[in-house]
């Protein structure tokens, strides 16, 4: 069961259903505690997993948010809902950008986010589900497209957000990889993004290596049957 969601928070019963959806269908009660909320580039972009209405309004107090970027795309779900509302309500702009957590990173979206980035009004907070890995990726990117180096942006990506490399959302950490091998030092991250790299190649290549791992294949029933990661 993916949502039981009714479509409707405009009643006090339609809000309690999208409530109910999103603490216990979206596993949003896990995420009470606990918000994998950091900073990316303190006063231009934070990170967290997908926050609840009074998350969202705490992290607006104490960082002065001024966009919200939800890197699941719309998901017509209780959690979905409540986001949108509460950064309707706290003014904040809202932008839908879908990343994948297992898929190569797509050239049009690396080059969407990056124009969201350079357009956002900051401070920015982006998030996914869990804040691990299309959290991670996204805030990988904005250092890549911000100046930075692969060695920074990587520290997106670490099992202190709960990413595991090891399982097949390891094809992000690839992506890193390939820019370090192929393009740093030699073009600026967006040059090389539109004029060399190869996502089908890299997902073949990724495959290729992970096919026969007996510890990718364990990572994999972890991070998706167990942790029941997007």
């Keep these: 069961m993916d949502t039981i969601y009714r479509g409707d928070i405009a009643t006090r019963a339609g809000r309690r259903n999208a409530w109910l ?15 994998n909320f950091a900073a990316v580039k303190a006063g231009a972009l934070y990170r967290s997993n997908h926050p609840v209405p009074f998350q969202l309004e705490k992290f607006t107090r104490t960082v002065g948010l001024r966009t919200l970027v939800n890197l699941r795309g719309e998901c017509r779900n209780g959690s979905d809902a409540l986001s ?19 898929g ?26 869990s804040g691990a890995d299309r959290a991670g990726i996204g805030s990988a990117l904005f250092v890549l497209i911000e100046g930075g180096t692969v ?25 890193l990889d390939e820019y370090e091998r192929a393009g740093e030092e030699r073009k600026p991250f967006l040059n090389w993004v539109a004029e060399d790299y190869d996502e089908i190649a890299l997902r073949r ?6 096919a026969k791992s007996l510890p990718r294949r364990i990572a994999r029933f972890v991070n998706d049957r167990i942790l029941a990661r997007e």
């Excluded at 959806?21 to 918000?35: I, K, S």
């Excluded at 060695?151 to 992506?175: E, K, P, Y």
């Excluded at 290549?205 to 992970?210: E, V």
């Design 21 to 35: 959806d999103a603490l216990f269908v979206d596993h949003a009660v896990l995420r009470l505690g606990w918000t």
């Design 84 to 102: 949108r509302d509460a950064a309707r309500r706290l003014g904040l702009d809202f932008y839908d950008m879908a990343l994948e957590s297992r």
């Design 104 to 129: 190569a990173p797509q050239r049009d979206r690396i080059l969407r986010i990056a124009d969201i980035f350079r357009t956002m009004q900051r401070p920015a907070l982006v998030h996914c589900k």
């Design 151 to 175: 060695a920074a942006a990587r520290a997106q990506l670490s099992w202190r957000f709960g990413h595991i490399r090891q399982s097949n959302t390891g094809i992000l950490d690839a992506f």
């Design 205 to 210: 290549a990724f495959d290729a290596r992970s």
